[in-house]
Nanobody
Framework: QVQLVESGGGLVQPGGSLRLSCAAS????????MGWYRQAPGKQRDLVAI???????NYADSVKGRFTVSRDNAKNTVYLQMNSLKPEDTAVYYC???????????????WGQGTLVTVSS
């Protein structure tokens, strides 16, 4: 019914930048919160940054001042601009969205397939 497709991951050197994108498509009536989580090998999936439907932005302490989340509601797309990347940012990054659909079920929490970000020299 609803799909999230991520792009923009890859290999980058420490101190470098990457921009992730996540586009939602399908039977969408509206989207509430939309954001990013990450999971490093052997660790749990943690919140990185989220944009609420009311426009509030929340960040994990570890990325504050380096990462910026933004969204284009007309395109049902959320972005994550990552600057000053560190090796500890290496993880699979997952897009997440709370979606009100035009069909049934009427509300879904949707995850993307994940995109790998590797920070290494």
């Amino acid at each position: 019914q609803v799909q999230l497709v991520e792009s923009g991951g890859g290999l980058v050197q420490p101190g470098g930048s990457l921009r992730l994108s996540c586009a939602a498509s399908g039977s969408i009536f509206s989207i509430g919160a939309m954001g990013w989580y990450r999971q490093a090998p052997g660790k749990q999936r943690d919140l990185v940054a989220i944009s609420t439907s009311g426009g509030r932005l929340n960040y994990a302490d570890s990325v504050k001042g380096r990462f910026t989340v933004s969204r284009d509601n007309a395109k049902n797309t959320v972005y994550l601009q990552m600057n000053s990347l560190k090796p500890e940012d290496t993880a699979v990054y997952y897009c997440n969205a709370g979606v009100i659909t035009t069909g049934f079920p009427s509300a879904l929490e949707v995850w993307g397939q994940g995109t790998l970000v590797t920070v290494s020299s």
